[in-house]
């Protein structure tokens, strides 16, 4: 192949006008501008960047299309908008929304950073008035007030000299070069990506911290991270924000619990209390949540004849949605709730009491224990359950199994980390069994307190038995596959890798 | 890739400027275009401002070096069209190509190896018949003939068709086609009437005469950089329509 010069891209320090860059030229090239374009453009991605983050890039432009880019600035699908347009379901049927379906499946996309995007043409030419190079000029002028500047120069066949020699005249400028330019590279650093939230909490313990001042730091951060979901939840900007908050409270209060004797009987009270208290205000919220998330799913159980009663019954379920969300929306914007916070906090900011004969023990060594003993009891539990074992007892597996995930997710940290993700790896399968067999039972007695309700039509109470028939089946189904999976998690192999991770050697301890 | 050159044994029939208009469409069409300037008066290089590297005799070099041809390559200030612009060596291919052997196929040869980087190849080649146009005939899927519609133009075409048939080159590759045309002249109108009837090839556009033709050496570029609107233009990018079409089927 023939060489040719490549590209070379910079980031100005400073705005320069046509005419400084026709200065710093040598006195034999004439600059020549073309004509510029321009746009308003928004950068778009949910609350995680997962857009971003898979390396592709969601932009608006002027205001009604929508456009998915990949690293070099393809167009990989796109589409006009018009009204809100904030989850895929919403865009027209297509292959944008397809993507977005798969990247950002529950979450709401929302501008990330907005700007007017300026580029400005530029030949270079010699004594023949023949082109040598070609240079772009990028402004991005940020709707907070801060512009950036990037130029790109273009070689041109046979005009390597040339190009080589303007490269060095730009050098007067003092640019910074970057390896490419795209409107990754020109959007991203001017907006706040990089921020992205953490996903899962970093506590940086140590092995041999006394447990009551680890317990609180861990508490402390959870409850920060539950926080930062608040301002989503008041705006409604998707389900996903109630869902994290509760997700981390729910966390915290486990954690609290299962270290309930690390603390003095007042504090554990207290944070049990106001842990209690949190988690319960968004109950009814999620329900509805996770009910009208499922209306497609539903649709799809039941016959076409029975769609109408359940369009009503879910137009029921948006309105009760509405009044739970402002209950919730108000709660978290209230003072009361703000109290109910600093106190939480307050409390576990405080030095550690060192009461009880656990409060001190090092950390790694307790959760180790914990862990141990957590699993016991799930064999315990799990080896009694066969087919015929009431409901009940796989509905407390569920909580146990639920109990010792946090456990290896918290203290992950202190542990091989490869080896406890392959622990957690196989408990998701059986939790998910549980996890299904549960929610079918919850969307059961959902649906059949609804059935209850006054003025149903016929043709509503069609649907809800329609669609309790069809739930009861599918928990049968994964009620069949309950005991398998218990075997394969309480298997001798399992309880070893168990013992081998976490048992502490009472010899030699865990702390070194 | 296609190879298409723009031949005649006459001199001034507008092969040069058939060729840089051809190229300059063929590129705006989305062809990667590539010019390659085989008369040593380097017209077509100077239409696009093109110059030659300052290199002894590489036209000596063409046929043995591949990647010589590639150093030679220029970007023109369009989109999709580089140029190989010609160079004063070339005069020497000749005394060259009779030097080294008789085998006519080895400027196709040495076109082969741009397949991956042009879709079309553009030949603007010199007004002689010698071992480079029998190259170039060997190579070329369509040559373009240029032919003013007198009777002196006529001739010349005949003397090609039947050097065609006598060398045994598939006489479908030649494509005539009028330049220069002066409707108003009755010489013209006859003699294009009769080799129309006489050739079913000659392409159905035709390129009037015109002085925005002979304004590209006023403003060293294609005709639609200056004339847009003008109907020599319209009927460049006519007869590019029409060459594309048989391009395709061929």
Same mark, same amino acid.
């Given at each position: 192949?023939?060489?040719?010069?490549?590209?070379?891209?910079?980031?100005?320090?400073?705005?320069?006008?046509?005419?400084? !860059?026709?200065?710093?030229?040598?006195?034999?090239?004439?600059?020549?501008?073309?004509?510029?374009?321009?746009?308003? !453009?928004?950068?778009?991605?949910?609350?995680?960047?997962?857009?971003?983050?898979?390396?592709?890039?969601?932009?608006?432009?002027?205001?009604?299309?929508?456009?998915?880019?990949?690293?070099?600035?393809?167009?990989?699908? &796109?589409? *006009?908008?018009?009204?809100?347009?904030?989850?895929?379901?919403?865009?027209?049927?297509?292959?944008?929304?397809?993507?977005?379906?798969?990247?950002?499946?529950?979450?709401?996309?929302?501008?990330?950073?907005?700007?007017?995007?300026?580029?400005?043409?530029?030949?270079?030419?010699?004594?023949?008035?023949?082109?040598?190079?070609?240079?772009?000029?990028?402004?991005?002028?940020?709707?907070?007030?801060?512009?950036? =500047?990037?130029?790109?120069?273009?070689?041109?066949?046979? =005009?390597?000299?040339?190009?080589?020699?303007?490269?060095?005249?730009?050098?007067?400028?003092?640019?910074?070069?970057?390896?490419?330019?795209?409107?990754?590279?020109?959007?991203?650093?001017?907006?706040?990506?990089?921020?992205?939230?953490?996903?899962?909490?970093?506590?940086?313990?140590?092995?041999?911290?006394?447990?009551?001042?680890?317990?609180?730091?861990?508490?402390?951060?959870?409850?920060?991270?539950?926080?930062?979901?608040?301002?989503?939840?008041?705006?409604?900007?998707?389900?996903?924000?109630?869902?994290?908050?509760?997700?981390?409270? /729910?966390?915290?209060?486990?954690?609290? &619990?299962?270290?309930?004797? *690390?603390?003095?009987?007042?504090? =554990?009270?207290?944070?049990?209390?106001?842990?209690?208290?949190?988690?319960?205000?968004?109950?009814?919220?999620?329900?509805?949540?996770?009910?009208?998330?499922?209306?497609?799913?539903?649709?799809? @159980?039941?016959?076409?004849?029975?769609?109408?009663?359940?369009?009503?019954?879910?137009?029921?379920?948006?309105?009760? /949605?509405?009044?739970?969300?402002?209950?919730?929306?108000?709660?978290?914007?209230?003072?009361?709730?703000?109290?109910?916070? *600093?106190?939480?906090?307050?409390?576990?900011?405080?030095?550690?009491?060192? $009461?009880?004969?656990?409060?001190?023990?090092?950390?790694?060594?307790?959760?180790?224990?914990?862990?141990?003993?957590?699993?016991?009891?799930?064999?315990?539990?799990?080896?009694?359950?066969?087919?015929?074992?009431?409901?009940?007892?796989?509905?407390?597996?569920?909580?146990?199994?639920?109990?010792?995930?946090?456990?290896?997710?918290?203290?992950?940290?202190?542990?091989?980390?490869?080896?406890?993700?392959?622990?957690?790896?196989?408990?998701? #399968?059986?939790?998910?069994?549980?996890?299904?067999?549960?929610?079918?039972?919850?969307?059961?007695?959902?649906?059949?307190?609804?059935?209850?309700?006054?003025?149903?039509?016929?043709?509503?109470?069609?649907?809800?038995?329609?669609?309790?028939?069809?739930?009861?089946?599918?928990?049968?189904?994964?009620?069949?596959?309950? #005991?398998?999976?218990?075997?394969?998690?309480?298997?001798?192999?399992?309880?070893?890798?168990?013992?081998?991770?976490?048992?502490?050697?009472?010899?030699?301890? !865990?702390?070194? | @890739?296609?190879?298409?050159?723009?031949?005649?044994?006459?001199?001034?029939?507008?092969?040069?400027?058939?060729?840089?208009?051809?190229?300059?469409?063929?590129?705006?069409?989305?062809? %990667?275009?590539?010019?390659?300037?085989?008369?040593?008066?380097?017209?077509?290089?100077?239409? +696009?401002?093109?110059?030659?590297?300052?290199?002894?005799?590489?036209?000596? %070099?063409?046929?043995?070096?591949?990647?010589?041809?590639?150093?030679? #390559?220029?970007? &023109?200030?369009?989109?999709?069209?580089?140029?190989?612009? $010609?160079?004063?060596?070339?005069?020497? +291919?000749?005394?060259?190509?009779?030097?080294?052997?008789?085998?006519?196929? /080895?400027?196709?040869?040495?076109?082969?190896?741009?397949?991956?980087?042009?879709? !079309?190849?553009?030949?603007?080649?010199?007004?002689?018949?010698?071992?480079?146009?029998?190259?170039?005939?060997?190579?070329?899927?369509?040559?373009?003939?240029?032919?003013?519609?007198?009777?002196?133009?006529?001739?010349?075409?005949?003397?090609?068709? &039947?050097?065609?048939?006598?060398?045994?080159?598939?006489?479908?590759?030649?494509?005539?086609?009028?330049?220069?045309?002066?409707?108003?002249?009755?010489?013209?109108?006859?003699?294009?009437?009769?080799?129309?009837?006489? =050739?079913?090839?000659?392409?159905?556009?035709?390129?009037?005469?015109?002085?925005?033709?002979?304004?590209?050496?006023?403003?060293?570029?294609?005709?639609?950089? +200056?004339?847009?609107?003008?109907?020599?233009?319209?009927?460049?990018?006519?007869?590019?329509?029409?060459?594309? %079409?048989?391009?395709?089927?061929?």
């Amino acid at each position: 192949m023939m060489e040719t010069a490549t590209q070379a891209c910079y980031r100005l320090h400073n705005k320069i006008s046509s005419q400084k !860059l026709r200065a710093i030229l040598p006195k034999s090239y004439a600059l020549c501008v073309g004509t510029g374009k321009q746009k308003n !453009l928004i950068l778009l991605d949910n609350y995680d960047w997962d857009i971003c983050q898979s390396g592709l890039l969601l932009i608006q432009e002027n205001k009604d299309e929508f456009q998915l880019l990949d690293g070099n600035d393809n167009l990989l699908a &796109s589409c *006009s908008v018009q009204g809100e347009s904030r989850f895929w379901w919403q865009l027209p049927v297509g292959n944008l929304a397809d993507k977005l379906e798969e990247l950002s499946p529950i979450r709401a996309f929302v501008p990330k950073y907005s700007c007017y995007l300026k580029t400005d043409h530029f030949a270079i030419t010699n004594t023949d008035e023949k082109i040598v190079v070609r240079m772009e000029l990028y402004s991005v002028i940020g709707s907070n007030n801060l512009n950036f =500047y990037f130029i790109k120069t273009l070689p041109l066949r046979g =005009y390597k000299k040339e190009y080589s020699q303007i490269r060095k005249c730009l050098a007067a400028i003092k640019p910074e070069e970057l390896p490419d330019l795209n409107l990754r590279s020109l959007l991203l650093p001017s907006s706040s990506e990089g921020n992205h939230p953490e996903k899962k909490a970093i506590f940086e313990l140590t092995a041999t911290e006394p447990a009551e001042a680890a317990i609180s730091r861990m508490a402390v951060k959870m409850i920060q991270l539950a926080r930062r979901q608040e301002q989503g939840v008041i705006d409604d900007i998707d389900t996903e924000f109630v869902h994290q908050y509760r997700v981390n409270i /729910r966390k915290t209060r486990s954690l609290i &619990s299962l270290f309930k004797k *690390s603390f003095s009987l007042e504090r =554990y009270q207290l944070f049990k209390t106001e842990l209690k208290s949190l988690g319960s205000q968004t109950n009814e919220l999620r329900d509805m949540d996770v009910f009208l998330l499922d209306q497609d799913y539903y649709c799809k @159980m039941l016959p076409e004849t029975l769609w109408p009663g359940l369009d009503h019954i879910f137009r029921r379920i948006k309105r009760r /949605r509405t009044t739970a969300f402002k209950r919730v929306a108000n709660y978290l914007a209230g003072t009361a709730y703000l109290e109910q916070i *600093s106190c939480l906090s307050r409390t576990l900011h405080q030095p550690p009491e060192l $009461a009880t004969k656990q409060s001190g023990m090092k950390i790694r060594q307790l959760a180790g224990e914990k862990i141990i003993s957590q699993y016991q009891l799930i064999h315990a539990d799990g080896i009694a359950i066969n087919a015929d074992t009431p409901d009940q007892a796989v509905h407390d597996l569920r909580i146990e199994c639920k109990k010792i995930r946090y456990l290896l997710e918290l203290f992950t940290e202190l542990f091989p980390a490869k080896e406890v993700r392959q622990l957690v790896k196989l408990l998701k #399968v059986l939790q998910d069994n549980l996890g299904r067999f549960n929610d079918f039972s919850v969307q059961r007695e959902f649906l059949m307190h609804l059935g209850q309700g006054k003025n149903l039509s016929a043709d509503q109470l069609a649907s809800i038995n329609g669609l309790t028939a069809v739930l009861f089946n599918k928990q049968v189904n994964e009620r069949s596959l309950v #005991v398998d999976n218990i075997t394969v998690f309480i298997d001798e192999s399992i309880s070893a890798q168990f013992k081998k991770l976490f048992e502490t050697d009472p010899k030699k301890g !865990l702390d070194e | @890739m296609k190879i298409l050159a723009c031949y005649s044994m006459k001199g001034g029939v507008g092969k040069t400027a058939s060729a840089v208009n051809i190229a300059y469409w063929a590129a705006k069409s989305g062809y %990667r275009t590539l010019l390659l300037d085989l008369d040593p008066q380097g017209a077509s290089s100077f239409y +696009f401002r093109v110059k030659p590297a300052p290199k002894k005799d590489w036209g000596g %070099r063409f046929f043995k070096v591949y990647g010589e041809i590639l150093k030679q #390559v220029k970007a &023109s200030d369009f989109a999709n069209l580089d140029i190989i612009p $010609a160079h004063l060596s070339f005069r020497n +291919f000749d005394i060259f190509l009779g030097q080294i052997n008789k085998r006519k196929n /080895r400027m196709l040869q040495v076109l082969k190896g741009l397949k991956k980087e042009y879709d !079309l190849i553009i030949l603007d080649c010199p007004p002689t018949i010698s071992q480079l146009a029998e190259n170039i005939f060997a190579a070329a899927n369509m040559v373009l003939v240029p032919v003013i519609p007198t009777t002196l133009s006529e001739r010349t075409f005949d003397q090609l068709t &039947s050097f065609f048939k006598n060398e045994d080159y598939s006489r479908r590759k030649l494509i005539p086609f009028f330049t220069m045309v002066d409707g108003r002249k009755q010489l013209h109108q006859q003699t294009a009437i009769s080799m129309r009837k006489r =050739y079913k090839r000659f392409l159905r556009n035709a390129i009037p005469y015109s002085s925005d033709v002979e304004k590209m050496g006023k403003y060293r570029a294609p005709i639609d950089i +200056f004339a847009r609107g003008k109907q020599a233009n319209k009927a460049y990018l006519a007869l590019w329509t029409e060459i594309e %079409r048989v391009l395709k089927d061929s």
